[in-house]
């Protein structure tokens, strides 16, 4: 791979886009490399994703608007269908996935950490949906993740105007769930993976599932949903365990995955 890192610690994959020189922007190359990496990550031994972006200035400063810049109807919508392809396969990861957002998080650079579970920025994040100043629209789910995330009305507010939002008004607005200086990113972005990976897995990601297929249909098909994945967590060895261990009064064992 050019232009994406993958490494483990533990249970905690992390992905990098690591095209710096072009303050990691997203060209066809880099969404292939970030699909087939996304493709090979394995529940049986990751329990927690995080996503960052190479160097201290940049999360991803958007799609390549070279690339953009002399593509047809036809292509320019095939470009956003690559790139809501991949962000969808990272929204419905089985596992919980972190946007480590260090720095610009600017069109499809905002929209990738709109695909993760939860957003976490340095100070010096900067998230914005510029494209409507390129005469263009958000392509890569922008018009849709960012209002179910902050609301209706700021997602057309940014999107209308193109205006740059600092990690304080962030925070402020939920779109990320806390802001650290730049130098504990990856570190607080870490222990809250690893926090996340010390639950049991196979509930964590019925929870995931839950959560996200419940959001998109009514009140009684969302409940039934969740009946069904909690129903799921029965029998299985980490529940056994744990709640065994409630009833003795003692911890558990360390959760298995099984
Ligand atoms: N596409 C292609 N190249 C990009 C890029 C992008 N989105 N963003 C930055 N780069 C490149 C620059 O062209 C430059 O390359 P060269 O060194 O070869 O000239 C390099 O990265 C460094 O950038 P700057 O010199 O511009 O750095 P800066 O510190 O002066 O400015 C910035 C940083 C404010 C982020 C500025 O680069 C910028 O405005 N980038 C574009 C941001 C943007 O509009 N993103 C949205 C794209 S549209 C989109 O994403 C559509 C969609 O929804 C799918």
């Known amino acids: ?44 031994d990751t329990r927690c994703l995080i996503i960052t972006g190479a160097g201290e200035k940049s999360f991803v400063a958007g799609a390549d608007i070279s690339e953009m810049s ?7 919508k095939a470009f956003g269908e690559k790139g809501n392809t991949v962000f969808r396969k990272i929204e419905k990861l089985p596992i919980p996935v972190i946007a ?5 998080a600017l069109g499809g650079g905002c929209e990738l950490s709109l695909s993760c579970d939860i957003r976490i920025a340095s ?19 922008g018009t849709q993740r960012l209002a179910r995330t902050i609301g209706i009305g700021k997602a057309k507010e940014m999107i209308y105007t193109c205006s740059k939002v600092k990690a304080d008004e962030a925070l402020s607005l939920g779109l990320v769930n806390a802001v650290y200086p730049s130098g504990q990113l990856m570190e607080e972005c870490l222990k809250l993976a690893e926090k996340i990976a010390r639950n049991a897995p196979i509930a964590v990601r019925a929870a995931k599932k839950a959560i996200n297929d419940g959001m998109q249909v009514d009140i009684d098909s969302a409940i039934a949903i969740e009946a069904e994945q909690f129903g799921g967590c029965f029998e299985t060895e980490d529940q056994k365990n744990a709640m065994t261990a409630f009833c003795e009064k003692r911890k558990p064992e360390p959760f298995v995955n099984k």
């Open 123 to 141: 100070e010096n994040a900067v998230f914005a949906q510029p494209e409507t100043g390129l005469g263009i629209t958000p392509g890569f789910g």
């Open 70 to 76: 002399t593509l047809t109807k036809a292509e320019g």
């Open 100 to 104: 480590a957002v260090n720095g610009f």
């Open 1 to 44: 791979m050019e232009y994406v890192k993958y490494e483990k610690k533990g249970f905690v994959g992390i992905l990098t886009i690591n095209r710096e020189k072009a303050l990691n922007a997203l060209n066809s190359q880099v969404l292939t490399e970030l699909e087939q990496t996304v493709d090979s990550i394995s529940v049986e």
